[in-house]
């Protein structure tokens, strides 16, 4: 735990999240600023700040995220697809340096960047 990382005290209980799910190594809940119907974050329980810092000591965090991915997307109904988000550093727009997935879904997008 970092004391001063946002998405470290929301896992912690330190700051309210809307919790859609937790296990051992992942907590998820929803975005405070959706951006479509469905907007979840899914988080790794270790402190990781951003893709960039992923390791081979550290990886198996992102397997985790992915497993909650599909148990989550399940649970939501997403039945038709969704979008996974990460936003890497600056450049990528990431705001929060807690490594974290975004879900988003319930709509069919059409502004496809790749
Ligand atoms: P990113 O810009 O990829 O780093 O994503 C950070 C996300 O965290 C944004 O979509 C924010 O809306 C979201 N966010 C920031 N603070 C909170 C919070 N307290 N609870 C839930 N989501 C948050
Ligand atoms: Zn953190």
Do not use: W
Not at 31 to 43: G, T
Not at 71 to 92: F, H, M, P, T, W
């Amino acid at each position: 735990m970092k004391d001063d990382c946002l998405f470290c005290r929301i896992i912690a209980g330190d700051i309210p999240s809307s919790k859609v799910y937790e296990d051992e190594h992942v907590y998820a809940f929803r975005d405070i600023n959706p951006q479509a119907p469905v907007h979840i974050l899914v988080v790794p329980k270790q402190h990781v700040s951003c893709a960039d810092e992923i390791t081979g000591e550290n990886s198996i965090c992102v397997a985790h995220c992915f497993e909650a991915i599909a148990k989550i997307a399940g649970a939501e109904g997403l039945k038709s697809g969704y979008r996974v988000v990460n936003n890497c550093g600056s450049d990528g727009g990431q705001t929060v340096m807690h490594l974290h997935f975004h879900i988003l879904g319930g709509m069919k997008f059409s502004d496809k960047m790749i």
